[in-house]
C-alpha cells in the first residue's frame, strides 16, 4: 500500500532549499519557539514551525489583557513580547540545532533598514531553515502606515532583507491591504521564495459592563475560524497571481479546511489559533492528509495544490465574480 | 516533591539562614493531551458544582496542589466557545485515578461544563502550570480563600494535613450559601469563614479575619479575586516582619495556549512579564505588580 508523497519544496529557486517532509507547518506566535510544546507532542513530525516573532529590540509586550474570545474565534493584541534579536541568537538557534524539525524565525520591524538588520544576523546563524518576514507592522518613516498595505513598501522591505541574506524568504501577507495580489505580485518581483497568508484581521470587542474595549490595546487581531473564508479567498487570488509557492493560513482546524487551501492553490500550510485548542491537529492532520489522498487515489500532495482553482499560476487577476452572481 | 525542594532546608541540618523557596517555579512534570469521562458533578456552594473526571494515572503522579487543567468547553464540532477554560484542582483520586474541580457557571465556558453528566467526554490539557509550595520548615499555614478560588487550597490543605502541619483555612464569600462545608476539609483544618451579609461566621471580608495569624503563620496562600490580593496585601504590611511570613498566591487569567507559547495570560513581576501557565499560576504576593 503507498503511502502518498506529503513533501513540499518552498523555495525550488533558492539553492539553500526548504524541502519539508510534509506541508503542515506551526505558526508564529502560536508555537513559541518550539521547546513550549516539545513535551506536548512529536515536534519532529512538523513539516516546520515558525517561531514568535523577533524585533531588534527586547519587548516587554502590551498590558493585559492581551487576549479576548470572540465567535468561533479569539482576539490578540500580545505586542511582539520577545527577547529582541540579540537575545534570541544567544538561546534558540544552538537550541534548534539539536532538532531535526525545520525552524522559520520571523522577524518583525518599524524600519527596512531593521529588517535587513535582523536578516543580516539570521544569516549567519546554525538551524535557521528560512526567514518569515512579518510586513503587518508599521511603518515608522511613513508615518506608522503598515508596511503589508503597501505594494512598494513590501517589495522595499523585501528587497532589503533579501540583499541581506541567502536564506529562504517567506512574506508573511497582511489581510487588511486593500488589494492583496498587488502586494503579493510586488513582493514576488521583490525576491520573495514563498508568501505566506493570512496574518491577522484587526478587530476589537468592547465589555458592555465596563463600556471599554476588553483589550487593553483596544484593536487586536483576529484568528481562528470565522477568518477561514476570507483566508481561503485571498489565497485563492494571491495563488492565481503569483508563481511563487503560498502557504495558507487562517482558521485551520481539520482535514477538511486543509484541502480548502490546497485546493485553492497552497502548497503547504500553517495552523496557529487551532494548535490552542487542539495541540493534537498538526500531527493528527499529517496522517489524516496522506490517508485522505490515498484514498482518493492521487500519489503526492502536489497533485492536488491548486486544482480548485481555474487561474491557479497564471499570473492572472481572476474576476470572482459578476454583479449578477453577486446578488446586485 | 516539588523541584524546587532542593533549596529546602531538610530537618536535622544546623544552617537555618536559607530563604525557604516559597514558589515552585517552574511547571512540573510533563503535560499531556488526554480525554476524560465525566464521573460524577455534585452541586457544591449554591449554584457551583463538584465535576470530577477519569485521568490516567501518570497524569497524577506529579500532580501538585495549584496546578490546572485546560479543558475543552464546547461539544465536538463546534467552535463556541473556542478556547479552553482553566480549572486549578480541587482534589485528586488514586484508585480509581480522577481529578475533581470546581465550576461555578458564570459565563458560556463554565456553564456548559456544569451543565456535563457522567458518561460524557471532556477533552483535557495538563497538568499546567506550577504549583503551592510547603517549605519543609512550614509548620503553621495560613490559607484564605475568596469563593470559588478555594478550590486549588483545598488539595493543599488535604496535603498539609496528611503531613501533619498545622492548618487555618480561612474562607470568603457573599453568603452562607456560598460557604464551602466544613465536611469538605480534613478534621485537623481550623475552618474560618466570613459573609459579606454576615449570614455566617464573621460579617465582612476574609482578610479582615486572618489579621490574627499573621504572626502565627510560617506560610501564607490565597486564592481569589484580584482585589482580595490587594486588600491582604494592606492587611498583613504592617504585621510582618522582614517580609516574613512570605504569600503564594494563584492568578486568575484567560488562556490560550496554556504552556506558555502565546503569551496571553501573562502577570506582571517585579521580573517582567510573566506567563502564568508556566511560572504561575502561583507567585509569590510581594513580586506581583497589582
Known sequence: MTKADLSVDLAPANPHELRLQNPVIAASGCFGYGEEY??????????????????????????MPRIVESPAGMLN???????GIHGFVKKYPPMWAKW?????????????????????????????????????????????????????????????????TTLP?????????????????????AGADAISLINTLVGMAIDVRRRRPLLANHTGGVS???????AVRMVYQVAAAVRVPVIGMGGIMGLNDALEFFLAGATAIQIGTGIFVDPGLPIRLIDDLAGWLDDEGFSSLEQIVGIANDGFRLGQRPMLADWESVGV | MPIAAAHCIEPGTKDFSVTPVTTSTERTGASREFESQVLSVEPIMGDAVLLTVSAPSGVLSHLQPGQFFNIVTRFSGSFDPLLRRPYSVYRAHRDPPALTFLVRPFGRGSAWLAERVPGERLGMLGPLGNSFTIP??????????????????????????AENRDVVFVMGAADEAGLLAASELADRVEYLVATDDGSRGHRGLATEVVREFVQWADQIYACGPEPMYRTLRAVIEPLRINRRPSVQISVERGMACGL???????????HGMIASCVKGPVF???EVIL
Open chain 2, 136 to 161: 519543609s520548615r512550614a509548620q503553621r499555614l495560613l490559607m484564605i480563600g475568596g469563593g470559588v478560588g478555594v478550590a486549588p487550597l483545598v488539595m493543599l490543605s488535604d496535603e498539609a494535613a
Open chain 1, 100 to 164: 531535526t524539525v525545520p525552524a522559520i524565525v520571523n522577524i518583525s520591524a518599524e524600519s527596512v533598514n531593521d529588517y535587513a538588520m535582523m536578516a543580516g544576523i539570521l544569516d549567519e546563524q546554525p538551524a535557521i531553515a528560512a526567514i518569515e518576514i512579518n510586513v503587518s507592522c508599521p511603518n515608522v518613516a511613513h508615518g506608522g502606515y503598515c508596511f503589508g498595505w503597501d505594494p512598494d513598501m513590501s517589495a522595499e522591505v523585501t528587497r532589503a532583507v533579501r540583499s541581506a
Open chain 2, 284 to 286: 509569590d504576593l510581594d
Open chain 1, 38 to 63: 516539545a513535551g506536548v507532542i512529536d515536534i519532529s513530525r512538523l513539516g516546520a514551525f515558525v517561531s514568535k516573532g523577533i524585533t531588534p529590540a527586547r519587548r516587554s509586550g502590551n498590558p
Open chain 1, 224 to 230: 481562528g475560524p470565522a477568518v477561514k473564508p476570507i
Open chain 1, 169 to 189: 524568504i517567506i512574506v508573511k501577507l497582511s489581510p487588511g491591504a486593500s488589494d492583496i495580489v498587488s502586494v503579493a505580485v510586488a513582493v514576488e518581483e
Open chain 1, 77 to 83: 493584541a500580545i505586542g511582539l513580547q520577545n527577547p
Open chain 2, 260 to 270: 506558555g507559547a502565546c503569551l496571553g495570560c501573562v502577570v506582571e513581576t517585579t
